[in-house]
């Protein structure tokens, strides 16, 4: 089979919500010692952002989004702990990473989490719903370098901003870089929070915070 046509199946999995499949996919990909990164952003992620569509659609319902979600963060806990192998040991720099309030959308964030680890960055990962303050609060209690604000509803978004205002009034903007990601995320949103960058994906998120931090 090739690379494609293994995406395609692991895709069919979600949409069709079949869990044993999906399963059985994400085992075979670890056991092939398939690029997992690939794996999860070409197969995975797509097959659950075609259910969001879906659902958007009218073709599914609310139980069916969640079901898909759940299956989904079933293969990511299988796949996770061997993205996690070739960790470095010495810590390139402290991320500060949450979902902002109101918004429970957790796998993406957790995906950018795993892959900084992976390449050796400490992440302090505090989950998904967490207020503004609690995330400048920790980023100086970890003296951090980099606070990450995941968000998916256009709603919440404004939560990301909320983050930047609060170091502005902190005077501690020039502290932390701020980077923001999430589906609605775009350069026009970057530059009106006077944020320091966004991610598409989890490895254009390392590239970034490399980037970020060799300035
Ligand atoms: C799965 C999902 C859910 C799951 C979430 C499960 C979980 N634990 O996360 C469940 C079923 C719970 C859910 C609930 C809801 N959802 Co929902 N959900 C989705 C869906 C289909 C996929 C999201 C996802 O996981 N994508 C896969 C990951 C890998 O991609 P990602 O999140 O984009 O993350 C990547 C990048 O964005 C980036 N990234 C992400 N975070 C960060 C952070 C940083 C710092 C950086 C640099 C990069 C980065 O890297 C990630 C890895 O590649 C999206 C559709 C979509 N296209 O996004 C809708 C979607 C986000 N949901 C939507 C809605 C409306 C809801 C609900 C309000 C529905 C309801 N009526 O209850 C609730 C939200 C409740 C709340 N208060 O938060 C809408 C939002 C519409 C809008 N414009 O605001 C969407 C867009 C669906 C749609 N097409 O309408 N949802």
Known sequence: MSQEQVFKTIIDSIINLDEEKAIELASKAIKENLNLVDVIE???AAGIRRVGELWEEGEFFLPE??????IMQNCLDLIIPHLKKGAEEVSKGKVVLATIEG?????????????????????????????????????IEKSANIIGVSALLTTTM???????????????????????????VTNAWVAECNA?????NAID????VRSLLEK
């Open 158 to 184: 404004f939560g990301q901003k909320k983050i930047i205002d609060i170091l502005k009034e902190r005077n501690l903007l020039d502290r932390f870089k701020v980077i923001l990601g999430g589906a609605p």
């Open 65 to 70: 989004l969640m079901r898909g979600a759940q």
């Open 196 to 200: 320091d960058g966004f991610a598409e």
């Open 103 to 139: 918004d429970i959308h957790s796998i993406g964030k957790t995906i950018v989490g795993t892959m900084l680890r992976a390449y050796g960055y400490e992440v302090y990962d505090l989950g998904a719903d967490v207020p503004a303050e609690k995330i400048v609060d920790t980023a």
């Open 42 to 44: 070409k197969g995975y």
């Open 205 to 208: 998120a390392v590239k970034l």
